[in-house]
T-cell receptor
């Protein structure tokens, strides 16, 4: 079974600075998707960015970018020019491309990193 | 276009009571999922559906049942609620199994 580990329970960054959130995962598969979701206090799960494992190029979405290291099974999220609205829980998630007929057919989430933005 | 909606937003149950959580999506997605989120944890998959009339067990299915009678709706039932089922429940949907899942706003359930 795949596992996702977020080793930073909480991170703090000054507004306008850059912060990197870490995520590592364990899998024996070669094809999969990785995601970062943001969960603000409203509890809504919002997709931040997605990375397909077969793509060597790191995904970017405006101020959000990832550093995908497939061999190291690492998938970190970099937030540039941090804004107060970025304050939230951030979850890293793994999605297999194989249909297993069981628990692995959903997203496998890490435990999350609480990001605090200092004004 | 409302995306994924969940009803109710919050509910308090007594141990042994039953209830049904409703999830609806208007994106014509084939796949729908129910997750639960407990404090300090990521989301865990309860049940899911790969199409109208189909359901399958996820990682933590015990104590829950589901039904997908219509493509746009996915119901999660608790037949006899237990305090261990106190959690926040999220519904999600996706066009195909591998694609991005879009989440509803969550239902907070408290079982006393």
């Amino acid at each position: 079974a795949q596992t996702v580990t977020q080793s930073q329970p909480e991170m703090s960054v000054q507004e306008a600075e850059t912060v990197t959130l870490s995520c590592t995962y364990d899998t024996s598969e070669s094809d999969y998707y990785l995601f970062w979701y943001k969960q603000p206090p409203s509890r809504q799960m919002i997709l931040v960015i997605r990375q397909e494992a077969y793509k060597q190029q790191n995904a970017t979405e405006n101020r959000f970018s990832v550093n995908f290291q497939k061999a190291a099974k690492s998938f970190s999220l970099k937030i540039s020019d941090s804004q107060l609205g970025d304050a939230a829980m951030y979850f890293c998630a793994y999605r297999s491309l194989m249909y297993s007929g069981g628990g692995a057919d959903g997203l496998t989430f890490g435990k999350g990193t609480h990001l605090i933005i200092q004004p | 276009n409302a995306g994924v909606t969940q009803t109710p937003k919050f509910r308090v149950l007594k141990t042994g009571q039953s209830m049904t959580l409703l999830c609806a999506q208007d994106m014509n997605h084939e796949y729908m999922y129910w997750y639960r989120q407990d404090p300090g944890m990521g989301l865990r998959l309860i049940h899911y559906s790969v199409g109208e009339g189909t359901t399958a067990k996820g990682e933590v299915p015990d104590g829950y049942n589901v039904s997908r009678l219509k493509k746009q709706n996915f119901l999660l039932g608790l037949e006899s609620a237990a305090p261990s089922q106190t959690s926040v429940y999220f519904c999600a949907s996706s066009f195909v199994l591998q694609e991005t899942q879009y989440f509803g706003p969550g239902t907070r359930l408290l079982v006393l």
